[in-house]
């Protein structure tokens, strides 16, 4: 009898082990941290500019919200890092605020098998910025020129007080820092005296606690301190940094801003580029404070 209940139980145990469910490999795949992943969860990251990277977790948390199942990550630390996490492959989308150099979409083919794609996702006018106590109201560009490379160094020599100019730009892997450096300097190198700073809210913050200051970055970052009017040339007349401006190319140093990925962007990735061009993201390109593109 009791080898019988024996036998029963022995039988009971292994038809309990043949029926038990495996646990799937979606589910037991651990993400990078150690932790299982969310079944069906789609997850993207985006590195880069820090000029966008207010833009770009608004798009983001937008995005987010209207597709409950997607994870997206943006992070900043310039244009440069972005587009070496491109060519590494650490980031699926890069954030730029300057084109990329041939020879970094080379880099991109060589590491990574895929042409890069760009896409354009907003326009911006480089903006110039000064304190609201500062009287002046518009440079020109050899006069931006100097005032970068030093060679004009007091604000008596523009009509201001007669007080030393306090520089402010960004770090060298700043998209913006290139393409001021281009557009402005000539590819001539800035002043030692430039204090850098990473991120244009750190500039423009700068800039608005200090009288004597200068800055230059995105036009979303005007809040509390005033973009100068732009001047091709000594006899041209001043053009303020705005939509219409940048639009028609009127205002010089006004730019498009970029997307980029290593081939076609397929997935979660081609979805939230085809939102971002939709009218819905390029309202939130308004909202933000940049401008939206050209239709």
């Not at 042409?115 to 009287?135: F, G, M, W």
């Not at 770090?171 to 001021?180: L, P």
């Not at 100068?228 to 219409?244: H, Y």
């Not at 081939?263 to 401008?291: C, H, M, N, R």
């Amino acid at each position: 009898m009791i080898s019988r209940r024996l036998a029963l139980g022995f039988l009971a145990v292994v038809a309990m082990a043949c029926t038990r469910t495996a646990p799937s490999s979606e589910g037991a795949a651990g993400s990078a941290s150690g932790s299982a992943a969310p079944v069906g969860k789609q997850t993207l990251t985006i590195k880069g500019s820090d000029t966008m990277v207010l833009l770009g977790q608004r798009w983001a948390e937008m995005y987010m919200k209207e597709h409950p199942g997607t994870s997206i990550q943006v992070t900043g630390g310039g244009s440069g890092t972005g587009i070496a996490a491109l060519i590494n492959g650490s980031t699926d989308l890069c954030n730029s605020s300057r084109p990329m150099k041939d020879k970094e979409k080379e880099e991109v083919k060589s590491k990574r098998g895929a042409a890069v794609v760009e896409t354009k996702v907003a326009l911006d006018a480089l903006a110039v910025y000064v304190a609201d106590k500062n009287p002046l109201k518009e440079l020109d560009l050899e006069q931006l020129s100097k005032i970068y490379k030093a060679e004009i160094t007091n604000w008596k020599d523009l009509g201001g007080a007669d007080h030393k100019i306090t520089l402010y730009g960004r770090e060298n892997n700043s998209g913006t820092y290139g393409y001021f450096k281009e557009h402005v300097l000539a590819n001539k190198d800035f002043a030692a005296e430039v204090q850098t700073l990473a991120g244009t809210s750190a500039v423009a913050n700068a800039v608005k606690g200090d009288e004597f200051g200068i800055g230059y970055g995105g036009i979303a970052y005007a809040a509390g301190i005033r973009p100068l009017k732009i001047k091709k040339t000594k006899d041209a007349p001043g053009v303020e940094p705005k939509l219409e401006t940048a639009k028609d190319g009127s205002y010089p140093i006004s730019r498009f801003l970029y997307v980029y990925s290593a081939g076609e962007p397929k997935g979660l990735a081609k979805d939230i580029l085809t939102w971002i061009v939709s009218d819905a993201g390029q309202k939130v390109v308004s909202d933000v404070g940049y401008f939206p593109l050209p239709k």
